[in-house]
């Protein structure tokens, strides 16, 4: 209970308090505060810093269950035109806030048209390995609209090769992998009705 309220009273709250959320709870431990500059959140986020773009696949792999979890008609139509559009393109920016926060932006376009515009905050967790996920996000054709979910949560692996993510998202969790290569970093999507996938390179500016 102490660790609930305080996470209330920084205004965070761990993804399970989401009504049918799966989020594994072994994740969320502590409450958010400055990692120390030579954890593992500040490394791995110090190598992704900058500016990235790369083609964008969604699919949507059960629409039985999409149809289940997604009880909005809107946004039924959302992820639809998301699955039915091509090519699209992700391009993402990441940047220091301050010292216990990173912003990251986020656009998905289809031939040049914009669908997706999102922002997403990360709060460092003094263990230096967690951190919260505070996402604001519009989507086409709502833009005026700047809808905000849940807080999500992530884990960086040992190596600071890549970091793992439960975000809460439109019909339940989603669960990301990032992964830094040679390449550049790839992103993997999965939930029970969707998966997505996107090769980030670098570029000069978003």
């Not at 009273?9 to 030579?38: H, M, T, Y």
């Not at 970091?163 to 669960?175: D, E, F, K």
């Amino acid at each position: 209970m102490f660790l609930v309220r305080n996470l209330r009273k920084q205004r965070i709250l761990p993804p399970a308090s989401v009504p049918g959320s799966k989020v594994n709870q072994v994740l969320w431990e502590k409450p958010n505060i400055a990692a120390s500059n030579d954890a593992l959140t500040r490394r791995y986020f110090k190598k992704v810093v900058g500016h990235w773009s790369g083609p964008f696949h969604f699919q949507i792999t059960d629409h039985v269950v999409m149809r289940t979890e997604v009880s909005a008609t809107i946004d039924r139509l959302r992820l639809s035109m998301l699955h039915h559009m091509w090519p699209a393109r992700m391009e993402t920016s990441v940047s220091w806030a301050n010292e216990e926060m990173v912003r990251h932006t986020t656009r998905i376009k289809s031939l040049g048209i914009l669908c997706m515009n999102s922002e997403e905050k990360f709060h460092l967790n003094e263990d230096g390995i967690q951190f919260a996920v505070a996402m604001r996000q519009r989507l086409a054709p709502a833009f005026w609209i700047n809808r905000v979910f849940p807080d999500g949560l992530g884990k960086v692996y040992s190596d600071c090769s890549g970091a793992t993510y439960q975000l809460p998202w439109i019909g339940g969790v989603v669960y990301q992998h990032s992964k830094i290569g040679n390449e550049g970093v790839q992103l993997i999507q999965t939930s029970p009705w969707f998966s997505a996938r996107v090769m980030l390179v670098r570029t000069n500016s978003i």
